[in-house]
């Protein structure tokens, strides 16, 4: 598989695909479009074109008044990555879009994972496979997915064993660089308080006002395998 490093995905996004951004594994873009018509018609071409290209069908969502785009390759394994055929077909799309007269966002795009600690996701990756896909297969690493996006992503952050009770769960909130620091004021601000922020602009961890963290997270900072 053709995949390309983070640090080629984000010269891109700052190139020539400034209408997307990287999130834990796929490229992801909004658009606004005028009306559910408008939005229907570029559902339409971006599945023709996805077509044309040889490209499975995308992860298109069509809300009120807006359009979710989502590009990633699966591999033979099951796991997910970007790959030059997507970036490809991302830049097909931003010209789709120009074209029909629809307007990025791409500091609303987001992505929601759930983190639990574990110090052997051998044993539990089948069980929350199961539980959340009704496969038990459906194991990539150290992740689970489900292969029609039904649910959020589970990825197992290996820990040694330890005692509970212990916050085990988290979510990982995948954001647009450019926005990641005003959501975290806006969480402080409402109760919120700062953990940790070494890490970032990678990752940064809040929690809230009973002590439950969560990890905001950018594909900036990243090594070339994130």
């Not at 990555?81 to 795009?109: F, N, Q």
């Not at 601000?189 to 969560?214: H, Q, R, Y």
Request: aromatic share 6%; glycine share 8%; with cysteine.
């Amino acid at each position: 598989m053709d995949t390309v490093s983070n640090s080629e995905i984000l010269a891109k996004i700052a190139g020539e695909l400034d209408d997307w951004r990287k999130l834990a594994q796929p490229l992801a873009a909004r658009y606004r479009a005028t009306d559910a018509v408008a939005g229907a018609a570029f559902v339409a071409a971006v599945a023709r074109a996805a077509a044309a290209a040889g490209y499975d069908v995308p992860e298109i969502r069509l809300g009120h008044g807006v359009v979710d785009v989502t590009l990633f390759s699966v591999d033979e394994t099951g796991g997910r990555w970007v790959t030059a055929k997507d970036l490809e077909l991302a830049g097909v799309i931003t010209g789709l879009a120009r074209e029909l007269d629809l307007i990025a966002v791409p500091g609303e795009v987001t992505q929601l994972e759930l983190a639990l600690d574990t110090a052997d996701d051998s044993a539990a990756g089948p069980f929350w496979a199961a539980l959340l896909t009704g496969n038990a297969a459906h194991t990539v690493s150290d992740t689970v997915f489900d292969p029609m996006n039904r649910v959020p992503s589970v990825w197992f952050q290996r820990t040694g064993t330890h005692q509970t009770p212990r916050q085990r769960w988290h979510m990982d909130l995948w954001l647009a660089p450019e926005v990641a620091g005003e959501r975290i004021s806006a969480a402080v601000a409402a109760g919120g308080t700062l953990i940790d922020d070494s890490g970032a602009p990678s990752f940064t961890v809040l929690a809230d006002p009973e002590g439950n963290k969560v990890c905001i997270c950018t594909a900036l900072g990243r090594d070339e395998n994130s």
